[in-house]
Nanobody
Framework: VQLVESGGGSVQTGVSLMLSCQAS????????MYWVRQAPGRGLEWVAG???????FYTDSVKGRFTVSRDNAKKQLYLQMNSLKPEDTGRYYC????????RGPGTQVTVSS
């Protein structure tokens, strides 16, 4: 299993970012996929999970602002993040499990006020 995230950056409050994750080494279309994040000094936090349009869920703090999607043909997972807040700052990982035990190297998102 290999997961590689991209798309992070340093932005101001209210701006949008879109993260991408390229997956390889497993049957992507048959797996739930997740985004998890780690804020400075804190543990991993689950953000969103997706299997298909009927099976998608978000942690409460990002509902209405973040949208997770996937392209099974390209083996890619996405996270559209709108109305970013400073508390969204952290390193974002895509993962094959909700706890983030199997995740990529991550991409850094920093939101300043």
């Amino acid at each position: 299993v290999q997961l590689v995230e991209s798309g992070g950056g340093s932005v101001q409050t209210g701006v949008s970012l879109m993260l991408s994750c390229q997956a390889s080494g497993f049957v992507f279309a048959s797996r739930y996929m997740y985004w998890v994040r780690q804020a400075p000094g804190r543990g991993l936090e689950w953000v969103a999970g997706l299997f298909n349009d009927a099976n998608v869920f978000y942690t409460d703090s990002v509902k209405g602002r973040f949208t997770v999607s996937r392209d099974n043909a390209k083996k890619q997972l996405y996270l559209q993040m709108n109305s970013l807040k400073p508390e969204d700052t952290g390193r974002y990982y895509c993962a094959t499990d909700r706890k983030g035990s199997n995740r990529g190297p991550g991409t850094q998102v920093t939101v300043s006020s």
